[in-house]
């Protein structure tokens, strides 16, 4: 069964860095997609970035260019390197898991915890 577990969020300014790492155990990468989401309180949990099924990664438009999403299967990470922060890149940030099926990937079903980012102006 998938378990996953993010770290690195914090407190920081507008326009620095940041790096979330998220742990995942339970399932081979080969049959696996994994994203990265996230939520302000009282909105609803969104989309930052995620495997696509034949490769690649998509983005939301509001990160792309500023956001990377990379793995490292031979440890079981999963990270989001966060450039150029933005007041609006505040909130709680999910890794989350989905099967691939053939070529497809179902619906994320296994979500951590969440780390929180807050970036102030």
């Known amino acids: 069964q998938v378990r996953l577990m993010e770290s690195g969020g914090k407190s920081v300014q507008v326009g620095e860095s940041l790096k979330l790492a998220c742990e995942f155990a339970?399932?081979?990468?080969?049959?696996?997609?994994m994203g990265w989401f996230r939520q302000s309180p009282g909105q609803e949990r969104v989309e930052v970035a995620e495997?696509?099924?034949?490769?690649?990664?998509k983005y939301a438009k509001s990160v792309e260019g500023r956001f990377v999403m990379s793995q490292d299967n031979r440890l079981y990470f999963l990270y989001l390197q966060m450039n150029d922060l933005r007041p609006d890149d505040t909130g709680m940030y999910y890794c989350?898991?989905?099967?691939?099926?053939?070529?497809?990937?179902?619906?994320?079903?296994?979500w951590g915890p969440g780390t929180q980012v807050t970036v102030s102006s």
């Open positions: 989350a898991h989905g099967l691939k099926v053939l070529d497809r990937c179902l619906p994320f079903s296994t």
């Open positions: 339970g399932m081979p990468p080969d049959i696996s997609c």
């Open positions: 495997d696509l099924p034949h490769g690649g990664i």
